[in-house]
Every structure is written in structure tokens, then in C-alpha cells.
């Protein structure tokens, strides 16, 4: 069985996967047996059990689980005064109260342009889920309508005070919790399958608080109760001990599934979308996984120029539906873009792939930069990433988009004949479990192997390789629109290289300053030699001035160029 982390401590399931070719595998070992086994290579080796690569998966036993952890939110009785409400925190309050101001980063919510600035409507539109948990009394909602009237500063200390604490650790106390967490790893992070120890990827459920999503998220701010044994679905395998539940508790089911790879499941309150625990991508399943998807790829690259050769033709069909095809196809060919999926509103924030993009997100320009026929986008792709670009096309795909944003309005969609779906299946009769996802990774992979072919010689030392590697891997970024998020010091170092530049500017503008008063004295005495030449006379003071003087530009020259 496998060992899970939730907040509220631990549970073990047991899972099988597919049955094997030499029959269902169930070999009980121990927990400390199984982690102290030594490692039996990669994951496409044979199976411990038959020596054959069969696709059984090995149950464990473990120890019974520790008690679950103590509450991580606000502590009980700190004053939290909203106004008209002077009141200290009932013990139910905590994880919201606490996740709140861990979030606002202070005791009162940011301003306007900050990214927690919608979190009150969140949680305003959440009330009527908190009265149905009792997370607030029927006085205290008539109370409390606005949570900028709220005072959190007690319990933002109480943060700022725990924080400062952790930094402050001995080093021998930090070794010693990383031993721990490192221990717990060990424990419950690992699982048996195909005879390896695979490791599981996710073992702990998110702990009560506040919903953030990516970018604006409409629900942005709404609390995420504690997951519970009621609510987390077991998946082990027939013949294995069901895990037994904390005491008072138990399991919303137990099933025994072979179809999927996830070993325990429960759905969240926001969402409602189902959370996973799943074996870690270096795992076999998810190793298979990734090797077919390059697979299909690798099969696109034999068949792509057929079919850029079909959507150019489709550039001048008859049928609007195919016009739209076709463009969208070269987008997603050239640019690496995302297919993009239909969304309901009001569930998850504004992004958009290529088949929905609106009539908002393009701009042409007959010419830009130099270039004809430019198309700039500018929409917010996955995860609320920013996709600005401006991109020359071909005069057919420039005429097409004419055509497509005739007489509509902004927030009409550019093609509003096409689906993820339609264009999928269209995809399908050109090449078998060909999508418009493949194109992108087919477009990656080759981007970065001719980056790499370009940039790298076999002579080359390994320090050389490594640059020529992360070069042509920042371009398959830039391809991909793959961009890191900001770092929270992101400011503050941006002003302090602000002010080190006009530190530098200023020192410039100086030397620049004494040069050119140096050089004018220099032209005055130069002036002042050449009489002295002319009638005869050599004066040994001025020349010896002339050469400190010399000697005093060139100090500046180097003081300028450093």
C-alpha cells in the first residue's frame, strides 16, 4: 500500500496497475524492507517478480500512521476587531483568518494593482459557503460585510513573528527538521511498481485557505475547506488490505480500478475539480507516457510538409470553415501556439488558445518594423501568461484574416466556424493520434535540435556544451512563450540596478565634463607654444606644464573609458 500525507495526517493505499502479462503480482514486503531494497535501475528493466517487463505493481505494508499535525493557521485567541465586533477568534476561524492575512502580506489587503486586490469579493461571494460550515456565526456575518474593516494586525505579528523565528534557527535545528522532512519523504514518498521503487509525486493535499488560481481568477479569494477522510476516494488493488481510516472516520470509497494511475482522488470545493496523488513524472507510467508523446511527434516530421502543403491550398477554399482551419493550422504551426478549450463563463479566468481567440487579441498592420503583412497578437495564453507578439505572414493568411474580422465586433470570436474539437478531428484523418498539441512539441524538439547542431562542436569542453545547451534552450522558450514568474525581490533589485545606472550616468556625464575642460586648456597652451616657436624664444616652464598637463588628460581619458 501506498502512504499519503493530508493535512489531517496520514492514509495508505494500496494500488495495481494493468495486469501483466504473467498474471497479477502481489508481493508483500514490509515498508522499511522495501526502502532499504537496493534500487533495481530504470524503469523499462524486467520485473523483480518474473524477470519479464510485465506491468504488475507491488503491495506494501506499512506502519501505522502518526497523529495528524497541528493547525497551521492563526492561534486560537488572537484578536482579530472588525468594526463593531471587538471580539477575539472562535477556534473554527484560524485557517481562514490565518490564510487570509499570510496572503495580503500585511494586516489590511493591498491596493488597487496588486494581485490580491480582488480577494475580499472572493470571499465575499464565499460567505454563504462559510455559513453552511459554520465557519461564521449569523452575528458575525451581520457584522462583518467588508473585510477592509477588519483588523488583522495581532495576527499579521503573529506571522511576521513565526517567520522571523524560522530564519533565526540554528543550523543544527534546520538540519534537523530537513532530516525529518527528508524522512517523512522516504516513508510515504515512494511506492512499488513493475518491481522498482517509483516515487509518487504529490503525497500531501492542500491545506485549508484562500483560492488563488492563475491571473484574475473569478473566484479568486473563495476558502478552500479541509479535506477530509469523507471525502478522498481510495483506488488499491483487489487482493490488498484496505487502509484503515482515522479513528471516528472513513473513506468516501474503496475500488479497485486498473484503468488509471491515480492512487487516491477527492474533489475540491471551489471548483469542483477532482485532485489527483500521482506517481512522479520520472515513474514508468509517466514515462510511457512521454515516450509515445514523442513518438507521435517524431511520425508528424514525415508527414508535416503534406500537410503544410494541404492548409496552404485550404488558404483559398471556397468554404469558410476550411479557411479558418487552415489559418488557425498555420498559427499553431508557426508559432507554437496552443489549441485553447471552451470555457464557461465566470468558472475560470479570461486565456484563450489560437481556436478562441476574439477579434480584441489581433491587430493587423499592412507594415511594421520594415515588414509587410504583420499580425500582432496580444492575449493571455495558460495560466494567465501574456502572449505579445508581432509576426510577419504570408499575404494569403493577412488576406484571410481581412476577411475573418469584417464586420465584427471586439468581443466576437476571430474563428467563430472552428472548434478544438473540429480541428482535432480533422487532424485525425491526416495522421493517426495526430492533435494540435503534437505540433507543438514537434516544433520544440526540432527548434532545440537545430539550435544544438548549430551551436555546438564535438571539440567543444563541457563548460562550452552547457552555455550552447541553455542557448538553445532559452530559444525553445521563447518559442513556447515560456516565461519564469517574477521573483518577490523582483523591485527592489530592478531599483537598486536603477540607481547604480544613474550612479554610472552621472560619473559619465563628469569625466565627459573634465575632458572637454581639459582639452580646451590643452588647445589654449598648445596656442601659447607656437608663438613662443615662431619668435625664437623656449620657454622650459611651459614646456614642462605641457607634459604634466598631458599626463593629467590622459589620467581623465582612463577615468572616463573605466
Not at 504529490?202 to 479568486?220: I, V
Request: net charge positive; glycine share 8%; proline share 6%.
Amino acid at each position: 500500500s501506498v502512504c499519503v500525507w493530508l493535512d489531517w495526517g496520514l492514509f495508505r493505499c494500496g494500488r495495481r496497475a494493468r495486469p501483466s502479462r504473467c498474471g497479477w503480482q502481489a508481493v508483500p514486503l514490509r515498508v522499511r524492507e522495501a526502502l532499504s531494497a537496493p534500487a533495481t535501475g530504470c524503469w523499462w528493466g524486467p520485473c523483480l517478480s518474473c524477470g519479464r517487463g510485465a506491468d504488475a505493481a507491488v503491495r506494501r505494508e506499512g506502519a501505522p500512521p502518526p497523529g495528524p499535525p497541528s493547525c497551521k493557521g492563526s492561534p486560537v485567541g488572537t484578536p482579530a476587531a472588525a468594526a463593531g465586533w471587538p471580539g477575539a477568534l472562535r477556534p473554527v476561524c484560524p485557517p481562514a483568518s490565518g490564510a487570509t492575512v499570510s496572503l495580503w502580506g500585511g494586516p489590511q489587503p493591498r491596493g488597487p494593482g496588486s494581485r490580491c486586490h480582488g480577494m475580499g469579493a472572493g470571499l465575499r461571494s464565499s460567505s454563504a459557503g462559510l455559513a453552511s460550515v459554520q465557519e461564521m456565526t449569523a452575528a458575525e456575518r451581520k457584522v462583518i460585510k467588508r473585510l477592509s474593516k477588519c483588523d488583522f494586525t495581532e495576527i499579521h505579528r503573529h506571522f511576521a513573528d513565526r517567520a522571523a523565528a524560522r530564519r533565526a534557527l540554528p543550523r543544527e535545528e534546520k538540519q534537523r527538521l530537513k532530516e525529518e522532512a527528508e524522512k517523512l519523504q522516504q516513508e510515504f514518498g515512494y511506492c512499488i511498481l513493475d518491481g522498482h521503487r517509483e516515487k509518487i509525486g504529490n503525497f500531501k493535499t492542500e491545506p485549508p485557505g484562500l483560492f488563488r488560481g492563475r491571473g484574475d481568477h473569478p473566484k479568486m479569494g473563495m476558502l478552500k475547506r479541509r479535506v477530509l477522510p469523507e471525502d478522498v476516494t481510495i483506488n488499491c488493488g483487489r487482493d490488498s488490505k484496505v487502509p484503515e481510516p482515522p479513528a471516528g472516520h472513513q473513506w468516501k470509497e474503496v475500488r479497485s480500478d486498473r484503468t488509471v494511475t491515480w492512487l487516491a482522488s477527492w474533489t475540491e470545493n471551489v471548483q469542483n475539480a477532482t485532485k489527483y496523488v500521482m506517481l512522479n513524472p520520472s515513474s514508468k507510467l509517466k514515462g510511457e507516457r512521454d515516450w509515445e508523446k514523442y513518438e507521435v511527434a517524431r511520425r508528424l516530421k514525415g508527414v508535416v510538409d503534406e500537410i503544410r502543403s494541404r492548409y496552404r491550398a485550404d488558404w483559398k477554399s471556397r468554404e469558410m470553415k476550411a479557411r479558418q482551419r487552415a489559418v488557425a493550422l498555420y498559427f499553431i504551426d508557426k508559432l507554437a501556439l496552443r489549441a485553447g478549450n471552451e470555457k464557461e463563463e465566470g468558472e475560470s479566468a479570461d486565456t484563450v488558445g489560437c481556436c478562441s481567440l476574439r477579434v480584441e487579441h489581433v491587430q493587423l498592420h499592412p507594415e511594421a518594423d520594415g515588414c509587410p503583412y504583420v499580425v500582432e497578437f496580444d492575449f493571455l495564453g495558460k495560466d494567465s501568461i501574456r502572449y505579445y507578439n508581432k509576426v510577419p505572414v504570408e499575404k494569403p493568411v493577412y488576406r484571410n484574416l481581412q476577411l475573418f474580422l469584417e464586420n465584427k465586433d471586439p468581443g466576437e470570436e476571430l474563428f467563430d466556424r472552428l472548434t478544438t474539437a473540429s480541428l482535432n478531428k480533422h487532424l485525425q484523418d491526416l495522421m493517426d493520434g495526430l492533435t494540435a498539441k503534437v505540433f507543438r512539441t514537434y516544433n520544440a524538439s526540432i527548434t532545440l535540435q537545430g539550435q544544438l547542431r548549430a551551436l555546438t562542436r564535438a571539440e567543444d569542453s563541457i563548460a562550452a556544451k552547457l552555455l550552447s545547451y541553455n542557448r538553445a534552450n532559452r530559444a525553445v522558450a521563447v518559442l513556447c512563450n515560456h516565461q519564469r514568474a517574477p521573483p518577490k525581490t523582483f523591485e527592489k533589485s530592478m531599483q537598486a540596478l536603477r540607481l547604480k545606472i544613474e550612479a554610472k550616468k552621472q560619473q559619465v556625464a563628469e569625466a565627459k565634463a573634465e575632458l572637454e575642460k581639459a582639452r580646451a586648456g590643452h588647445a589654449s597652451r598648445e596656442d601659447g607654444r607656437s608663438e613662443a616657436r615662431v619668435s625664437g624664444r623656449c620657454d622650459p616652464e611651459l614646456g614642462s606644464a605641457t607634459v604634466r598637463f598631458s599626463l593629467h588628460q590622459f589620467l581623465l581619458l582612463v577615468v572616463s573609458c573605466g
